[in-house]
């Protein structure tokens, strides 16, 4: 029987390929799967090592704190009831503080009404003295209040020094918008004509001038010029008035003030017992 050599070359050459095609495709990727097997079970191995040991240092530390909280016992009772005496004090501070801070708010009330009747009396006196001086004003000088106050101010005007004159020439040169006069009431058109021509002949001058009306001056005048100022009111004929009511007013609040603070020693029902909440927690507290 011959041989073929040719198909006997061919069958190795065969072999061998089916040899590498095993190893590349079906070996390799067997032994790769075992070995990483291999080390997922290591490393499993190994993370159970480690929790078993911190679970052992645990259970360690748990034994050794729970033997020093059970050594600690008598001291952590002192401190709990040092801890309560202190509380109790700082809350018995704070009653008196709420005390104090409440007579603070009674005092500041009443102030704040003495304030609102004193604004209320002088308002009131301010309207009286009003009507009271027009009516004077015309029965016996046959003139109104205005035309007074304006010849009152005019006279004020006409006596001012030079100096005077000269730092109000110097606001009116300096001065590039109209003049502010202020009045408590509208001034007539031949009392602003008054005023404009003596402004002009005592400034030697052509002065714009705007008149303005406000309740803040008290029957009076006001000139206001870049900074100067010239005013005249009747506020310091009712000081005296105003200072007596505001006089009656403060005895009548500190009267009232006196009666609904009583002592300053004592302290608030609400503060006693909840002093006394926290001195009667405190003796049951255990002893040593």
């Not at 040092?82 to 009443?110: S, Y």
């Not at 004193?118 to 006196?125: A, H, I």
């Not at 705007?210 to 009111?233: C, H, M, R, V, Y």
Request: with cysteine.
């Amino acid at each position: 029987m011959l041989i073929d050599w040719f198909t006997v070359m061919a069958q190795v050459i065969n072999f061998l390929i089916l040899v590498w095609l095993l190893k590349r495709f079906l070996y390799r990727p067997i032994l790769d799967a075992i070995d990483a097997r291999e080390l997922r079970i290591e490393k499993t191995l190994a993370d159970a090592a480690n929790k078993e040991k911190q679970a052992q240092q645990e259970r360690d530390l748990f034994l050794h704190k729970n033997n020093q909280l059970e050594k600690q016992s008598d001291k952590l009772l002192q401190m709990a009831t040092t801890a309560a005496n202190e509380e109790a004090q700082r809350l018995l501070a704070k009653a008196r503080q709420v005390a104090a801070d409440l007579c603070v708010q009674q005092q500041a009330t009443f102030q704040k009404q003495q304030q609102s009747l004193s604004v209320e009396l002088t308002q009131k006196t301010q309207q009286e003295v009003f009507a009271i001086t027009r009516q004077a004003l015309k029965d016996l000088a046959e003139s109104t209040l205005e035309e007074q106050i304006l010849k009152v101010f005019l006279r004020r005007l006409c006596e001012l020094d030079e100096e005077t004159k000269l730092a109000f020439s110097s606001a009116i040169e300096a001065n590039h918008k109209p003049v502010r006069v202020r009045t408590t009431f509208a001034l007539q058109p031949d009392l602003q004509k008054r005023l404009s021509d003596a402004l002009n002949a005592t400034f030697a001058t052509e002065i714009e001038i705007d008149f303005e009306t406000t309740p803040d001056i008290i029957s009076g005048i006001e000139l206001n010029i870049n900074g100067q100022k010239l005013a005249w009111s009747i506020t310091q004929y009712i000081d005296s008035l105003e200072q007596h009511f505001q006089q009656i007013v403060e005895q009548s609040a500190q009267h009232a003030i006196s009666r609904q603070s009583g002592s300053d020693d004592s302290l608030p029902a609400g503060a006693t017992s909840l002093a006394t909440q926290f001195t009667e927690k405190q003796e049951n507290l255990p002893n040593d």
